[in-house]
């Protein structure tokens, strides 16, 4: 009994675990480059959350370490951690879903690195840029601004 429990459970938890890692990549990838238009349309129709000094702070930190994982050429952890989950689980493709498949599409291009690099360096530098724009509420007002 205890041993098919078991297999029940590698077999049904590292798929749904797999793609649970799989959208908070997206979330993530979905944060840092959304978080910038929102910046700029806030900027003109004066919405306050887009000066929040620690969501800003939190989109700085975000981009930064995706900036030096392409520099370092390091694998990012949650595609590692992702691959790792998939291949517990026998799973070869993506082909399981099609909001999988769609999220593999967003997130995974075929390109070379170099170009990963220069994309996320001038996004990166894009965002610094954005902070002297659209530069964050300092002080006591840190946290949710009430307008």
């Not at 590692?80 to 026998?90: D, F, I, N, V």
Request: aromatic share 18%; hydrophobic share 55%.
């Amino acid at each position: 009994m205890c041993v098919k429990w078991r297999l029940f459970c590698d077999s049904a938890v590292y798929p749904i675990l797999a793609n649970t890692v799989l959208a908070i990549h997206a979330t993530f990838v979905a944060f840092v480059v959304l978080t910038v238009p929102c910046i700029y349309l806030g900027k003109f129709l004066n919405w306050q959350w887009v000066r929040i000094y620690w969501l800003r702070i939190a989109h700085l930190v975000g981009i930064c370490i995706v900036v030096a994982q392409a520099w370092a050429g390091v694998i990012c952890p949650l595609t590692t951690l992702e691959m790792w989950l998939r291949e517990k689980a026998g799973i070869a493709t993506y082909g399981e879903s099609f909001i999988e498949h769609w999220l593999q599409q967003i997130i995974y291009w075929n390109f070379p690195a170099w170009v990963f690099i220069c994309i996320y360096s001038i996004f990166a530098l894009l965002v610094i840029y954005t902070w002297y724009v659209v530069p964050p509420t300092k002080g006591k007002n840190r946290g949710f601004i009430a307008t």
